[in-house]
C-alpha cells in the first residue's frame, strides 16, 4: 500500500493526492463530535433502557483516527466495562506512523486513547487489521483497501455510519452508486448515517439504496450537511449461500460458555480469546499437560508466509503474522518472563521458489525487506553467502510457556481437565455431549470448538474434514564458536534459532503420512546436514545432536487451516450436489450448520504465527461480531470448501 502524501500546512495535514484538509481547522473533535456522533444519536444510543452489549461503527476515510478517537473516548467515558464497540474504518492510503504522530499531536486532549491507537498502528500492508485496545473494550478493524473493495469483503452488521472521507468532487470514487447499495447491504432497518456533505449526488445515491436523508445544519461555516437512516434494504445480488454464517442465535439463560477439546496452541489461544470475551470455557486434554504434541517444542518461529501476487492464503498469514505480533508485544509488556524474541528472521535463497519471492518482492518495509549478503551478514552476526528476505518483525518464542501465560491471563474463566480423552460427541435435547471411551459423560455444552489438531475428524459429525498429518522432529546441537554470534534467526532448506543456554533448535523434517513420533538418527543427520549447506563453517563435521523431539502437524492439502463452524453434511448433499450446473446462487439456500460445534484444526508449521487471528475469527463468530477477516479468505477457511469444490467441479461420487 502507498501511504499518504502529506503535506504539513501551519502544523496541519494536507493531502496532495486529494488535495483537501483532513479535519476542520476550526475544531476537529468538535466537528467529529457534531458531524457524526449527534447526528448518529451518539451516545444517547448506546444509553437506552437496555444497555448495549456490541455496537458497530462502520467509516469511510481513517485518515488521521480523529473520528476514531472522540468516538472510542465517549465510548469509554458513557458504557459498562463489558460492552464492546467494533468501529470498522477503511484507508486507501494509510498514514505513516510518524505522520499520524504528529497530526495527532494537534489534540492533547486525546492523548489517553490516541497513545494506544499509535502503540498498535499496523504497517501499509493491504488488507484487513484486526485491533482490540483499551481491554477490549474497542475494537478497531482497519481495512487498508479501495473503499468499494473493501466494503464487498465486509461481513458485518453496521449500526450507524460514518461517510466522510474527501469531498465527492476530488474522490468520486469514495461516492458512488455501488458504495451506496454496499452501504446499504451491511445496514439493516434502523441504521443510521451522517456525513458532512450536502452534495445531490450524495443525497440522491443513498436515498436510491434504501435511506431516508435529511439536511441539517453543517458545522462551522459549513451550511448544511446530510444525515438519515436505512428504512428500506436494497435488493442485492445473492452471496454464494454456501459460505454464510451461522444466524445468531439466543443462550440459554444468556450463559456464554464452551469446551475447547485440545490444549496446544489452537486450543488455548481459542479459549484465551473467548474468555477475554466474557466466556466460561472448559479445556479438555488427554495428556497429564498442556501443549504436549505439536505444540511442544521448546522454541518455534513467528514469521509471515511470503507468497507471489494477491491471494487469500496470502492475505489470512499478513493479517494473522501481524496480529500476532501486536499479541506477543503486549504479553510480553505485561509478563516479562515470556520468552518471545522479536530477533528478526532471515530466509535465505536456497530455491527457485525463494529466489522469485527475493526478486519480486513488492510489500511494505516492516513486513519484508530484499536484503544482500553483505546485509544479510550484518543482521545474523555470522557470514550470509546468498542473498535473503528479511522479516524484521519476526521471532521465536517457547510456546509451552505462552500456552501458561495464556492461561494465567485468563484466570479463572478457563478451567482445564487434563488426562481426559473424548472419545466420542453427540448432539442430544440441544446440547453437545462429550464421552469418553467407555461412553461416559464428561462434559456438556452448548457450544463445542475442536482445536485437537489431527484428531478433530475422529468424530462422527466431523469425519468429512479432510485433515491430513505430517510427522516433524526438531534437533538440539551445541553452540560453537562461531554459532553463538547468531543474532537472528534463519530460515533455509530448514531452519536454525540462535543459541539458547549454549545450544540451537534446528529442523525440521516434514514427512507427510507418516504417523510415528518417535525421534529418529536419520533426520537428525539430514537436519544438521541442511544447516552446514546453508552456513558453511558454522558447525564442524563433528558436531552432535544433543537432543531431538518428533511431533505431529495437522495440514490441509491447500496450506490453510479448516476453521470456523462444522456444516451438516447430509445438507451439503442433498441442497449442493448441482453447483456444477451453473445455476445462480440466488436459487440456494443458506448452508445449515451442526449448532454449536466448531473447528480450529490444521495450522501445520505456520500455528504461532496463525493462532491467534484464527482464535479471534472463531470468538467474533461465537459473538456475531464483525468478522475479522476478509469474506475471500474467510472462504478459503471455510471447514466445508473441500466439499463445496467437489461439487462445484461435478467430483462427488
Request: proline share 5%.
Amino acid at each position: 500500500m502507498k501511504h499518504a502524501d502529506i503535506e504539513w500546512q501551519q502544523g496541519q495535514p494536507f493531502s496532495n493526492e486529494f488535495e483537501d484538509i483532513y479535519f476542520s481547522r476550526e475544531g476537529g473533535p468538535e466537528e467529529t463530535d457534531y458531524v457524526f456522533l449527534q447526528q448518529n444519536h451518539l451516545p444517547d444510543r448506546w444509553l437506552s433502557a437496555e444497555p448495549v452489549e456490541q455496537f458497530v461503527v462502520a467509516e469511510s476515510g481513517f485518515g488521521t483516527g480523529l473520528n476514531f478517537l472522540v468516538t472510542a473516548q465517549q465510548w469509554l467515558l458513557k458504557t459498562n466495562e463489558q460492552a464492546c464497540l467494533n468501529y470498522i474504518s477503511i484507508e486507501k492510503f494509510p498514514l505513516s506512523k510518524s505522520d499520524l504522530k504528529q497530526a495527532l499531536a494537534c489534540w492533547p486532549e486525546l492523548e489517553a486513547v490516541s497513545a494506544q491507537l499509535i502503540a498498535n498502528y499496523p504497517p501499509a500492508v493491504k488488507g484487513f487489521h484486526h485491533i482490540p485496545l483499551f481491554d477490549g473494550r474497542v475494537v478497531l478493524t482497519l481495512i487498508f483497501a479501495e473503499v468499494e473493495e473493501a466494503l464487498q469483503e465486509l461481513h458485518a452488521s453496521v449500526d450507524a455510519w460514518y461517510l466522510d472521507g474527501f469531498a465527492p468532487d476530488k474522490n468520486p470514487a469514495m461516492w458512488n452508486a455501488s458504495v451506496f447499495r454496499q452501504v446499504s447491504r451491511l445496514g439493516k432497518v434502523g441504521t443510521t448515517f451522517s456525513t458532512f456533505t450536502a452534495a445531490g449526488s450524495v443525497r440522491r445515491g443513498l436515498q436510491e439504496a434504501g435511506f431516508t436523508v435529511e439536511k441539517v445544519k453543517g458545522f462551522g461555516k459549513k451550511r448544511e450537511m446530510l444525515r438519515g437512516v436505512l428504512t428500506q434494504e436494497a435488493p442485492l445480488q445473492a452471496r454464494a449461500p454456501w459460505f454464510a454464517l451461522p444466524r445468531p442465535t439466543s443462550r440459554t439463560g444468556g450463559r456464554k460458555h464452551a469446551v475447547v477439546v485440545g490444549a496446544g496452541i489452537a486450543g488455548i489461544t481459542t479459549a484465551w480469546s473467548l474468555a477475554k470475551h466474557g466466556w466460561q470455557v472448559d479445556v479438555i486434554e488427554r495428556h497429564a499437560a498442556i501443549a504436549q504434541e505439536g505444540s511442544g517444542n521448546p522454541l518455534g518461529l513467528v514469521m509471515p508466509r511470503i507468497s507471489l501476487g494477491d491471494s487469500a492464503e496470502r492475505a489470512f498469514y499478513d493479517t494473522a503474522f501481524l496480529k500476532s505480533v501486536r499479541e506477543l508485544d503486549r504479553l510480553k509488556q505485561q509478563y516479562p518472563e515470556l520468552n518471545w524474541q522479536r530477533g528478526g528472521v532471515l530466509q535465505l535463497a536456497g530455491s527457485e521458489r525463494v529466489s522469485k519471492q527475493i526478486e519480486r518482492l513488492d510489500c511494505a518495509p516492516e513486513l519484508a525487506q530484499r536484503v544482500s549478503a553483505e546485509q544479510a551478514s550484518d543482521i545474523a552476526g555470522i557470514e550470509i553467502e546468498t542473498p535473503a528476505l528479511y522479516f524484521p518483525q519476526a521471532g521465536w518464542l517457547d510456546p509451552v510457556q505462552l500456552c501458561r501465560v495464556l492461561l494465567n491471563d485468563a484466570g479463572d474463566n478457563i478451567r482445564l481437565h487434563a488426562q481426559t480423552d473424548v472419545a466420542a460427541i453427540q448432539y442430544i435435547d440441544g446440547a453437545w455431549q462429550l464421552l469418553d471411551a467407555r461412553q461416559s459423560l464428561i462434559l456438556t455444552a452448548g457450544t463445542v470448538i475442536l482445536a485437537n489438531a489431527g484428531a478433530a475428524n475422529r468424530f462422527l459429525p466431523t469425519a468429512f474434514l479432510p485433515i491430513e498429518q505430517a510427522r516433524g522432529q526438531i534437533s538440539m546441537i551445541p553452540a560453537s564458536a562461531k554459532s553463538s554470534q547468531l543474532r537472528c534467526a534463519i530460515c533455509h532448506e530448514g531452519y536454525i534459532l540462535p543459541a539458547s543456554q549454549g545450544e540451537h533448535v534446528i529442523g525440521a523434517s516434514f514427512l507427510a503420512g507418516d504417523r510415528s513420533t518417535e525421534s529418529r538418527r536419520e533426520e537428525d543427520m539430514e537436519n544438521i546436514r541442511q544447516c552446514q549447506a546453508a552456513l558453511p563453517g558454522l558447525f564442524t563435521d563433528k558436531t552432535a545432536v544433543s537432543k531431538s523431539r518428533a511431533a505431529l502437524r495437522a495440514t490441509t492439502a491447500d496450506r490453510l487451516p479448516l476453521l470456523g463452524p462444522v456444516a451438516d453434511t447430509v445438507f451439503l448433499a442433498e441442497n449442493y450436489h448441482d453447483l456444477h450446473k451453473g445455476k445462480r446462487a440466488s436459487a440456494y439456500p443458506p448452508v445449515e450448520y451442526l449448532d454449536g460445534l466448531f473447528v480450529n484444526t490444521g495450522h501445520g508449521a505456520r500455528g504461532l504465527t496463525s493462532a491467534f487471528l484464527a482464535a479471534e475469527i472463531i470468538a467474533g463468530q461465537l459473538q456475531h461480531e464483525p468478522l475479522a477477516v476478509a469474506e475471500t479468505t474467510w472462504q478459503a477457511l471455510y471447514p466445508a470448501r473441500f466439499q463445496i469444490r467437489k461439487f462445484r467441479k461435478g467430483s462427488v461420487d
